[in-house]
């Protein structure tokens, strides 16, 4: 799956501080879905684990177009996805997983890699 993002995808998306972690998830993913720019470039994408949306990610020139509400309602629909884990000092991710209808049922202090980054963990209601 890596090899269809060139290395400097994820810098030009800004992802640059995730840049392991996503490489690390894109391998562990069990779907991987792309949206393409009407260019034939990469618009944005999803990883699924099980009904967990591991990750979504947009090109900063698509964002707010719908691209990322139409990815997660085809994930919804197609690949079941019922939970989300979100960071909590992003109010504007916050925010669209609960008007897509995700609820946070839990919350930790820190990441899963024990960083002082607080998680929402959303399940869809």
Do not use: C
């Amino acid at each position: 799956m890596l090899e269809k993002f060139p290395e400097g995808f994820l810098i030009i998306w800004n992802v640059s501080s995730d840049k392991e972690y996503v490489r690390q998830a894109l391998k562990e993913v069990e779907y991987l879905i792309l949206a393409e720019e009407e260019s034939g470039g990469i618009a944005g994408f999803m990883g699924i684990q099980k009904e967990r949306l591991e990750m979504l990610f947009l090109s900063p020139k698509e964002r707010g177009k719908g691209i990322g509400r139409q990815l997660i309602q085809y994930g919804i629909r197609k690949y079941g996805i019922r939970e989300v884990t979100v960071n909590e000092q992003n109010p504007q991710a916050v925010g669209f997983y609960e008007h897509l209808g995700f609820r946070t049922y839990k919350r930790t202090d820190q990441d899963e890699e024990g960083n002082p980054y607080p998680l929402l963990y959303m399940k869809l209601e």
